[in-house]
């Protein structure tokens, strides 16, 4: 659920052919208790925030310094790694356990903390910001440590001199370490704040749910169900991966996990139909940075969203549909046209799966899912639903083996005995114990983001920076939305070449919402909408786009080419959220006449930017055409009846000459 709810968009750990077998214990061991204390929290004794957060981050690090060695992911650690990884342990140990053991008398002296809460804060934010540099990568622990020295910088802070690099409006007061540490440990805006309550609450059961799908093979059962819908019409194969993209989405947080995920079986089918290695690369990387706007989890923005909007979980992910859908289709379009434009065909019967095997195969996925959604629609806690989902998961599992063991195997010859039911046990219990861990190394990135990001968050309320970018965009916008939403995208394109989506987001709302919702009028829910659809376009976008790297590694082509293909195929991303802005309708709700208005002018907008980029779409479009297209979606997409409507004429009358047109060529070649 990288940044993972965003699960992890990092490697989720040292190679096992490299770590030592203690070392693989270790990480079992306290991955596995990780998962058994989020469940025991989430389904049978809520715990306080600080508890809740305090144990969890503790085992997040103890997970994060075990999986990834003090000197690089690919080496054994020496000696030397050894003394820094257990000064480390202990520093975690430290930062979880001391909130824990002593909450209540710090609660009792707050604003007054005693020299040891200062150490114990220090500590707590070295080895927190040394978690995040091996989880989710340098970009974030460099982020922290600036924001934690524009703290220190001005007349009353521990480094005045630092105020002579700031610009006027950036100044402030300083704060001193006291203070600093205050904030970020001792308090709840800081390290301990909302992020990583979100992190070590909603998203991490989520990441749990999906991680016990992943292991049961839910991954396989999307992507044959995709075959089986899609095989057989032109680029078939590119089809299934915008569809099992879609659908792993659903219950993945990271697009690089969606494209290693679904990639290994697409993108070799599509090279082998038509398309171009680069190409195949994109599509799938676009498909999958779609998963992460994909209802019901949509990686960890569903859950922030709701709890910095307060609008329920359960409106986040009705609201996100329709957006979704519109992303998918855009995807699904270009797809269909260069299938068109290259005269591919599908994928003969024989090579696809038979959709009844394949429902009859993997029903039970489809029945936590069906939960998921039932007991959301309840208005029950989010956290229940997924503890609750997971339990049904491990329900149906353990009947479907009962089921095959006691009614199928005997009438296939294979008799039940007493060996083969200790090996059901035995494989049911490893199984359990595999989703377990995968549930919790899925879930460090996140979680370290979160923390990190909280250290961020925090900064920015004590110094007031929110407020000080709010008028420095209003500043340099003008007050123009379309400018502001510009540098907005910008700055979420420089923030995603070092942070996993949804440390971006969180960073990139807390300084710009406040300037998006009250400067500009933008309804809060759109605004976060807006940032948090902005910050996916990192995955995609030259020069750093991980998901384009991760497809360009599975198809064998240059990763720049790659990226950009899937920079091409994601301009949903751009053109969405934009509609939101101008079409609040989409969103907020308002007259069933204007919502379908909206959609429809929406997909035709979207079909024509598709076919005008492609210039193809029953046949070649002229280079003139094609401008002429791209200038009605603009239209469609302004805020205005008229120039909507002159847009959907224009693009009805061109796309349908081009149709014309496809149909009158073969009777003239005949002639």
Not at 521 to 546: E, R
Not at 637 to 661: H, M, Q, R, T
Request: charged share 10%; with cysteine; net charge positive.
């Amino acid at each position: 659920m990288n940044d993972a709810p965003e699960q992890s968009d990092i490697d989720p750990g040292t190679p096992k052919s490299i770590q030592p077998r203690m070392v693989l214990w270790l990480i079992t061991l306290v991955g596995v208790g990780l998962s058994l204390f989020q469940l025991y929290a989430a389904g049978i004794e809520p715990l306080g925030l600080f508890y809740q957060r305090s144990i969890h981050i503790a085992l997040i690090m103890f997970l994060a310094f075990l999986m990834f060695p003090v000197f690089g992911a690919q080496r054994r650690r020496g000696v030397l790694g050894w003394i820094i990884d257990c000064i480390f342990l202990a520093g975690a140990f430290i930062t979880g356990f001391y909130m824990a053991f002593n909450l209540d008398a710090i609660i009792d002296r707050a604003g007054f903390w005693n020299q040891t809460d200062i150490l114990v804060g220090c500590i707590a934010v070295v080895t927190v910001l040394e978690a995040s540099r091996r989880a989710v990568g340098l970009g974030m622990t460099i982020i922290g440590v600036v924001a934690i020295l524009y703290a220190f910088a001005g007349p009353r802070g521990d480094l005045p001199w630092l105020s002579d690099w700031m610009p006027g409006i950036m100044a402030h007061r300083g704060y001193s370490l006291d203070r600093i540490v205050g904030q970020l440990y001792l308090g709840q805006e800081g390290l301990f704040g909302l992020p990583l309550g979100v992190a070590a609450t909603y998203i991490f059961i989520f990441v749990l749910f999906g991680a016990f799908l992943e292991s049961t093979g839910a991954g396989r059962f999307f992507i044959e169900l995709a075959y089986a819908a899609t095989g057989r019409q032109r680029g078939g194969p590119a089809k299934a991966a915008v569809l099992a993209s879609a659908g792993m989405g659903s219950i993945s947080g990271s697009a690089i996990a969606n494209v290693v995920t679904t990639g290994a079986f697409t993108i070799p089918l599509m090279k082998r139909l038509g398309y171009r290695p680069a190409q195949a690369g994109g599509i799938e990387a676009a498909a999958s940075t779609g998963g992460q706007i994909t209802p019901p989890l949509m990686g960890a923005g569903a859950f922030l969203i709701a709890e910095y909007t307060n609008v329920p979980y359960l409106e986040i992910v009705k609201v996100s549909v329709l957006p979704a859908v519109m992303y998918f289709a855009t995807v699904y379009l270009f797809v269909h046209i260069i299938a068109l434009k290259q005269g591919m065909k599908g994928m003969v019967r024989s090579e696809l799966p038979q959709l009844g095997q394949v429902m009859r195969d993997g029903w039970h996925f489809l029945l936590p899912l069906g939960v998921l959604v039932y007991l959301l629609v309840m208005n029950m806690s989010p956290m229940r639903v997924g503890y609750y989902a997971i339990l049904t998961i491990i329900a149906v599992a353990v009947l479907r083996f009962l089921i095959w063991y006691l009614f199928i195997a005997p009438k296939q010859g294979q008799p039940v005995t007493s060996a083969g039911l200790k090996d059901i046990a035995k494989t049911g219990f490893i199984r359990l114990i595999e989703g377990l861990e995968l549930g919790a190394r899925n879930a460090v990135a996140v979680s370290m983001a979160c923390a990190v990001a909280g250290i961020i968050v925090g900064i920015v309320g004590l110094t007031g920076l929110g407020l000080k970018f709010s008028a420095m965009m209003m500043a340099f916008s003008g007050g123009n939305i379309l400018l502001a939403l510009l540098m907005v995208l910008l700055a979420s394109l420089v923030l995603g070449m070092g942070l996993p989506v949804t440390a971006s987001y969180i960073v990139l709302i807390v300084l710009v919402g406040p300037a998006l919702s009250t400067e500009f009028g933008m309804p809060l829910l759109i605004a976060h909408l807006v940032v948090f659809w902005y910050s996916q376009d990192s995955n995609v976008t030259p020069p750093i786009a991980l998901a384009g790297f991760a497809g360009a590694a599975i198809a064998g082509s240059k990763p720049m080419e790659t990226s950009f293909q899937a920079w091409k195929f994601a301009k949903g991303l751009y053109l969405i959220p934009l509609f939101m802005v101008f079409n609040p309708e989409i969103i907020m709700g308002g007259p069933v006449a204007l919502v379908i208005w909206n959609v429809i002018i929406a997909i035709a907008a979207l079909l024509a930017f598709a076919a005008a980029l492609e210039g193809y779409l029953f046949m070649r479009i002229s280079v003139i055409s094609r401008a002429l297209i791209a200038l009605a979606s603009a239209a469609v997409f302004y805020p205005d009846l008229l120039s909507e409507i002159a847009g959907v004429v224009v693009i009805a009358v061109l796309l349908g000459g081009n149709w014309l047109a496809s149909k009158r060529q073969p009777a003239a070649g005949a002639a």
